[in-house]
């Protein structure tokens, strides 16, 4: 896609810190990290979202992800990491090129899990819990 930042950065249009490629699969430290090593792995070809990613794509994507998440977590002596993707523009996904990404954590940071950006766990009827189960079962 000739106007996205992402390709362009696939592309060496746009200079960016390179960690990891192969043929499908590229990885670079985010430019405004939230954590030293804060890192984007992204598909080469350009897909939106992870619904847009064909299988064999998202296939070598998180065999990427797999091999980087250590890699990154050593860079920087890190205790865990946060490993996300915000996944379309209701999720606050800012650059339209899926990207994920791995995000070094420490003990102490203060920064919370997942359930952080939702104000804590959450509470659902059963039979509600069941239904959805189903739909996403039958799809
Ligand atoms: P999103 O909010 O879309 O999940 O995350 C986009 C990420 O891309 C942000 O963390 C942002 O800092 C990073 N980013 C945006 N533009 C550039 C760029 O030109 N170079 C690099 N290395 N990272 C970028
Ligand atoms: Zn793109």
Redesign the pocket.
């Known amino acids: 896609m000739d106007d996205c930042?992402f390709c362009k950065?696939v592309a060496g249009e746009?200079p960016?810190r390179t960690v990891y490629e192969d043929d499908d699969v590229f990885a670079?430290?985010?430019?405004?990290p939230l954590a030293e090593g804060h890192t984007?792995v992204i598909p080469k070809g350009h897909h939106e979202t992870i619904e847009d990613l064909p299988a064999d794509v998202a296939t070598s994507l998180f065999a990427a992800v797999h091999e980087l998440t250590p890699a990154v977590e050593d860079a920087v002596d890190a205790d865990g990491s946060t490993v996300a993707f915000?996944n379309g523009e209701a999720a606050?996904?800012?650059?339209p090129h899926v990207?994920c990404?791995i995000v070094p954590r420490f003990e102490g940071d203060g920064n919370g899990p997942i359930h952080a950006l939702f104000g804590g766990p959450g509470e659902m009827e059963d039979d509600q819990l069941d239904a959805v189960a189903e739909r996403i079962k039958q799809y």
Do not use: A
């Open positions: 930042i950065i746009i960016s670079f430290l985010d430019v405004n984007l915000n606050g996904q800012e650059v990207h990404h």
